[in-house]
């Protein structure tokens, strides 16, 4: 049991629990925090989640906790960890079954005035035309070969098909498409689970929310995004739906068996790995990898069934209902990057589980337009509160693997919450507010209630004073859509 | 033909001393429950009826019209629950059906034939994206066997 008194303060946003805090750790564990936040974190398994991810062989400098940090599974919720290449391990269970879910931010040239009075028919358009909800297929229907195209080319595969344009590749991590993706190291089932998913939101707290900009702290980066107070965006928030789940799933069944073999020893065994030079690790890569693209296809799928909403509900009533990209976002990924460690330059392999990569200003990996501010990142806020824009920092570069939060992060129970707060009377407290709400399930909609997560304007704080993230924009909810 | 399920009845115990067989735990970000068994083949019973339970909830009018056998290997008790309970999760979301009885065959810890009966889900009140093995572990008690499993959703 992790207590307040283990952990010391490094500065005014970190604490630090030494590697001789358990006899398994490899290296200490870093919490980016306030005090409030470390508080509340004392409250459920996930410090003992962080600790676990400190033992695991070939993890670098720290076990690292974002201020959104929750109890998950294997690693906590706003985990953090670099292992060293080669022989660093990969760990399925570390990056989660949602692979590569994410978010992306689209932008309009609206400005909330122009759509007050079709905001209504616009929330009941998107859940209309974009499918979600537990059991719900999409309007494609891939065949095997569509299916291995997805896996391999991401959201090239939506821009081949009509569904994407080249500036919302340019501006997608990775362009929409992680290279050495292999269909072949996914199985059937997987496939299976994909082919009538492509292009759905599923359930829990994946969301697609119309936002307004309420207010701009980097001028020079909210211009390059087309932000300022009052304008109209949009964002998505879901992954690699039934896919990724079933990668997750078969490379966690085949690693019970093979980490024993490298001679691995386990806290929790949901953190099953093998070295990322083994064959295994190789083919789970490959295979989350192919997720992870199918990922970034089916965001892409969202995004142009949301542009083309738009256009249907909005036309004739303003004189542009054109939806362009900001950017597109992972958080839950295993990367092989390379960073500085204490002066030498490492090939890693990044695992953000509930984590954002903030690469800072200069990144040749960023796209051109961003090239000078930093890579844009998105953290959604609960349902009905307030979203950050933010970007990457030299500091997040230094400190955090280019890594910071991803989201509020949970403090209540699925089951408390709905013993809290009743999804109608929830709905109409939002609608008071004047966020329109769409949602196939009321039971699911209060599970997500705001008073189940942390304040992430708190959080957003810490990252913003640990300098591992630069606030840009805040944006606060006028529809939200939810499965 | 149908066949009503409370599952309410199903968890508390008759005579009302020993532990029930399964209840649901507190987790932050997933669902979790305890599960109860005498022996392994009644574990993978009630880990069933429990999930069921966060499947479709507690009063649900399944169907009977869809019977299966599946055949199961695994490596040991943990992770042949885990491949039991996925399986059923794959049926739910792929086919929305709903199994609630279980007529098990062979029981071993790396081999599992069962004879599974069910039907359609009315409504699917959740999505269970995976089970975990996230601090799995089937434990001995004075009554059998407990364990406590961890639902990605």
């Not at chain 1, 979203?387 to 408390?416: D, I, N, P, Y």
């Not at chain 2, 429990?50 to 909830?57: C, I, S, W, Y």
């Not at chain 2, 065959?105 to 409504?123: N, W």
Request: proline share 5%; charged share 25%; with cysteine.
């Amino acid at each position: 049991m992790v207590k307040r008194s283990d952990f010391k303060q490094v500065d005014p946003y970190t604490y630090e629990i030494p590697a001789d805090f358990r006899p398994d750790m490899r290296v200490p564990a870093r919490f980016y925090a306030d005090g409030q936040l470390l508080e509340g974190a004392l409250g459920d398994k996930s410090l003992e989640q962080l600790v676990n991810t400190a033992t695991l062989p070939g993890v670098l400098k720290y076990a690292l906790a974002m201020p959104d940090i929750h109890q998950g599974y294997g690693f906590p919720i706003g985990g953090v960890i670099a292992t060293e290449l080669p022989d660093g391990i990969i760990s399925p269970g570390g990056v989660g079954y949602d692979i590569n879910c994410g978010v992306r931010l689209l932008g309009t040239h609206l400005d909330i005035e122009d759509i007050e009075s079709a905001l209504d028919d616009l929330a009941g358009a998107l859940f209309a035309n974009c499918p979600s909800g537990v059991g719900r297929s999409g309007h494609l229907r891939l065949s095997a070969a569509e299916i291995d195209d997805v896996a391999e080319n991401g959201a090239r595969w939506a821009l081949k098909n009509g569904y994407a344009t080249a500036a919302d590749l340019e501006r997608t991590e990775e362009n929409g498409c992680v290279a050495g993706a292999d269909a072949t190291k996914v199985s059937k089932r997987a496939k299976d689970r994909g082919r009538p998913q492509l292009g759905t939101l599923g359930a829990g707290n994946h969301f697609i929310e119309v936002d307004v900009v309420d207010e701009v702290f980097d001028a020079q980066a909210a211009d390059r995004m087309g932000l300022s107070p009052g304008r109209v965006v949009a964002q998505i928030h879901c992954g690699s739906r039934g896919f990724g789940h079933q990668v997750c799933t078969d490379y966690v069944k085949l690693f019970q068996k093979v980490v024993h073999h490298y001679g691995i020893k386990l806290a929790d065994r949901e953190l099953v790995c093998a070295p990322l030079s083994s064959p295994e690790g190789q083919d789970y890569l490959a295979a989350m990898r192919a997720a992870a693209n199918y990922a970034f296809c089916n965001r892409q799928i969202i995004a142009h069934l949301i542009r083309d909403t738009f256009a249907e509900v909005l036309s004739g009533r303003v004189d542009n209902p054109y939806v362009y990209q900001i950017y597109d976002i992972a958080h839950n990924m295993a990367k092989v990057e390379e960073h500085e460690v204490d002066g030498r330059k490492v090939q890693v392999c990044v695992h953000r589980k509930g984590a954002t990569r903030a690469f800072g200003p200069g990144s040749p990996v960023l796209p051109p337009v961003y090239r000078d501010i930093g890579q844009p990142v998105l953290v959604p806020g609960s349902m009905g509160t307030a979203s950050w824009v933010l970007v990457g920092t030299e500091g997040s570069m230094q400190r955090t693997f280019g890594s910071t939060c991803h989201g509020a992060g949970r403090t209540m129970s699925r089951r408390k919450a709905k013993r809290t707060v009743r999804g109608t009377e929830l709905r109409e407290a939002l609608a008071e507010q004047g966020v329109h709400v769409r949602a196939g399930s009321m039971p699911g909609l209060a599970e997500e209630a705001p008073i189940a997560y942390k304040d992430v304007d708190r959080v957003i704080e810490v990252v913003h004073g640990a300098g591992i993230a630069r606030k840009v924009a805040r944006i606060v909810p006028v529809a939200v859509i939810k499965g | 033909m149908e066949q009503r399920v409370d599952m309410n009845k199903l968890r508390s115990s008759p005579a009302g001393h020993s532990p029930p067989p399964y209840e649901i735990v507190e987790h932050t970000a997933d669902w979790a429950v305890r599960v109860r068994g005498e022996n392994f083949t009644v574990l993978l019973h009630n880990a069933a009826v429990a999930m069921n339970m966060l499947l479709v909830g507690p009063e649900t009018v399944t169907g009977r019209e869809e019977v299966r056998r599946l055949s199961l290997s695994a490596y040991d008790r943990e992770s042949m629950l885990v491949e039991w309970l996925g399986e059923l999760a794959y049926l739910a979301e792929t086919e929305g059906l709903i199994f609630s009885e279980y007529h098990f065959d062979e029981v071993t810890p790396e081999q599992v034939r069962v004879t599974i009966t069910g039907g359609p889900a009315p409504v699917l009140h959740k999505h269970i994206k995976a089970v975990t093995y996230h601090n799995l572990e089937v434990l001995e008690t004075e009554n059998g066997l407990e364990t406590t499993i961890v639902f990605d959703v």
